[in-house]
């Protein structure tokens, strides 16, 4: 394995995840007698550029023609993109004249924020299933994976886009120079790029392993991401820290000389370094975290099996795959899990082989107990199971650290009372 952005062979090994199948191949009943494929999860970081990654052992083919997540399933998160447009259109000046891009724009949960508003806008999702559920909201898109030979037909067809957005799918793609360069040729010489990714300081601080995963080929610092921009002539101008999956970095970045610096790069690079994160000594703290909650979490499970508690799951997000493959945890710890997906009801969870239910299953169970998957949504799926309460049901998220939410209040040590 060779460094996909600057090439070099000195890889270091971060944490080794083991063998685990496609976080998004969900089973069917049918297919739980074949076999499964699994591939190696090693994360390793280049000790030249500090670029986060592991091997591409999975096309983007593989995982996105038919696509199990649907974005707009999660409320908070819709309304996070309501916001950006809204606040892009003021800070841009978008409207019909402009033209803006989403890259793996997914089910239309930001651009139908942007043909509400009057914004010209063209999405580019290369899912089949999810790119139709874009049309059916009336939001322009291309079933197509980006390259530099789509971005120039792209351009010539619809002219340069004053905005190009690209919500995590910068760490989906494993030819990330190509890449880049399709993201700069989209680009009016005067535009903006917008990118949305997991900050590799809140994976590396808080240990949140389970946003490793196959899809995801490397994990950016707003040091690596610079280097990576640069290559296709892009200057980082503006960064923000967002709350989203578990902390996420928005990058602005503009055509070489469009626009000056501002001072916010250098205010988180600054603290990057202060986390140790400008060094490979820095990210060896992944590892021990990792596995704290890991043995955490399985002696959690099993203390609840010891004293009869049922366990079910919230959510079957891809992450909680990762999460669930690397604990070892199969049905007789988590008897199920539900998901707001339809897609996926019926379905078992990859590798682990849990089914998964319609959230109605909870309900009509009362489980003594809701272990959440996707943790980072905690502010919104505590009010949505907020009256699993009233049967005296316990609400429980595994990371940052293992705890209960107070289902009336302020989430409560994990050694709190159920």
């Known amino acids: 394995m060779r460094c996909r952005l600057c090439d070099s062979d000195r890889l270091l090994s971060i944490l080794d995840l083991g063998a685990t199948p496609p976080c998004e191949k969900f089973l069917t009943a049918t297919e739980l007698d074949l076999p499964e494929p699994t ?3 090693h994360l390793r970081l280049c000790e030249e550029c500090l670029l986060l990654q592991i091997p591409a052992l999975i096309t983007p083919e593989e995982t996105f023609t038919e696509y199990a997540y649907f974005s707009s399933y999660s409320d908070s998160w819709v309304a996070h993109a309501k916001l950006f447009v809204d606040e892009a259109i003021t800070r841009l000046g978008l409207n019909s004249d402009t033209l ?5 724009s997914n089910d239309g949960y930001l651009l139908q924020h942007a043909v509400t508003a009057g914004v010209r806008c063209l999405g580019i999702e290369p899912s089949v299933n999810v790119g139709a559920a874009a049309r059916d909201k009336g939001v322009p898109t291309l079933t197509a994976f980006l390259d530099e030979e789509l971005a120039a037909t792209v351009r010539a067809e619809h002219g340069p886009a004053r905005l190009v957005v690209a919500n995590n799918v910068y760490a989906h793609i494993p030819d990330l120079l190509g890449f880049t360069r399709s993201l700069r040729a989209l680009l009016a010489d005067d535009g903006w790029l917008s990118i949305e990714v997991h900050h590799a300081l809140d994976l590396v601080r808080h240990g949140q392993f389970d946003t490793i995963y196959h899809e995801h080929f490397q994990y950016y610092t707003v040091h690596s991401a610079q280097r990576a921009l640069a290559t296709a002539g892009l200057t980082l101008v503006d960064v923000e820290l967002l709350e989203t999956h ?13 626009g000056e610096v501002g001072p916010r790069v250098a205010e988180v690079l600054t603290l990057e370094a202060e986390a140790g994160l400008d060094t490979p000594a820095g990210y060896a703290e992944l590892r021990t975290r990792a596995e704290k909650v890991r043995h955490e979490l399985l002696r959690f499970l099993l203390d609840c099996r010891a004293e009869g508690r049922t366990v079910v799951g919230y959510g079957a997000p891809g992450k909680g795959n990762t999460l669930l493959n690397y604990c070892g945890i199969r049905p007789d710890l988590l008897a199920y899990t539900v998901d707001r997906n339809p897609y996926k009801h019926g379905r078992y969870t990859p590798g682990t082989r849990i089914p998964i239910h319609a959230p109605e299953r909870i309900d009509a169970d009362r489980p003594d107990v809701v272990l959440v998957l996707p943790w980072n949504l905690e502010t919104e799926i505590t009010a949505q199971l907020r009256h699993i309460a009233g049967w005296g049901g316990a609400l429980v998220y595994p990371l940052p650290d293992l705890h209960y939410a107070d289902l009336t209040g302020e989430p409560a040590p994990a050694d709190a009372p159920a």
């Open 39 to 41: 591939y190696p999860l």
């Open 246 to 258: 578990g902390g996420s970095l928005r990058l602005w970045a503009r055509p070489d000389g469009a």
């Open 100 to 104: 803006m891009v989403e890259i793996a």
